[in-house]
């Protein structure tokens, strides 16, 4: 079945570029319309979605981070990025990619990777 | 942006309980509300989508209902293995907000 995998430094150095990659195995990233997803968890607190990209590359940040993120999906690699510039302190946390249960924006997540610790410290 | 707001934030309940949290955005969502369950060091296990849809595999003591600004999360019946951090997630506009959680605990 899929198989979502992030991937990426666990410590970022503050006002460096934080940088994942999520691997989908089991499936084709481009096979099917899906809005593929990352969301983070900052140690003790909740969830915080980051933003989505659709298959085709259209994509969708959460405003209190657009300004620094860039997601990019790779379908020849089958993979989906997620590059956050100017850390600080703040954007420690867990991230998580995610793929939701069908191929509407209105679709809830269903298939999460175990996620990744990042640390941001000098 | 729309704001989810849960309550209670935590909740103590015993072993066969049932136990009821409560999910109210800022703003009409239509049924486009999901329900996750969280248990420390692991991804979040989407229990319930379209408000009131039952995420394959999910025992049935979970239930969702609501439609418009106000949704719930009902467990009929706790077992065990469900104490854990719940979480509804709004997708009817991106940003797809989450609420802040809650947190069951064994009484």
């Known amino acids: 079945q899929l198989q979502l995998q992030e991937s990426g430094p666990g410590l970022v150095k503050p006002s460096e570029t934080l940088s994942l990659t999520c691997t989908v195995s089991?499936?084709?990233?481009?096979?099917?319309?899906?809005?593929w997803g990352w969301i983070r968890q900052p140690p003790g607190k909740g969830l915080e979605w980051i933003g989505s990209?659709?298959?085709?590359?259209?994509?969708y940040y959460n405003p209190s981070l657009k300004s620094r993120v860039t997601i990019s999906v790779d379908t020849s690699k089958n993979q989906f990025s997620l590059k956050l510039s100017s850390v600080t302190a703040a954007d420690t946390a867990v991230y998580y990619c995610?793929?939701?249960?069908?191929?509407?924006?209105?679709?809830?997540?269903?298939?999460w990777g175990q996620g990744t610790m990042v640390t941001v410290s000098s | 942006d729309i704001q989810m707001t849960q309550s209670p934030s935590s909740v103590s309940a015993s072993v066969g309980d049932r136990v009821t949290i409560t999910c109210r955005a800022s703003?009409?969502?239509?049924?486009?509300l999901a329900w996750y369950q969280q248990k420390p060091g692991k991804a979040p296990k989407l229990l319930i989508y379209?408000?009131?849809s039952l995420q394959s595999g999910v025992p049935s003591r979970f239930s969702g209902s609501g439609s418009g600004t106000d949704f719930t999360l009902t467990i009929s019946s706790l077992q065990p293995e469900d104490f854990a951090t719940y979480y509804c997630?709004?997708?009817?506009?991106?940003?797809?907000?989450f609420g802040q959680g809650t947190k069951l605990e064994i009484k």
């Open positions: 995610a793929r939701p249960g069908g191929v509407r924006a209105h679709d809830a997540f269903d298939i």
């Open positions: 089991g499936g084709s990233i481009s096979s099917s319309s899906y809005y």
């Open positions: 990209i659709y298959y085709s590359g259209s994509t």
């Open positions: 703003q009409g969502i239509s049924s486009w």
């Open positions: 379209a408000a009131s």
């Open positions: 997630q709004q997708a009817n506009s991106f940003p797809h907000t």
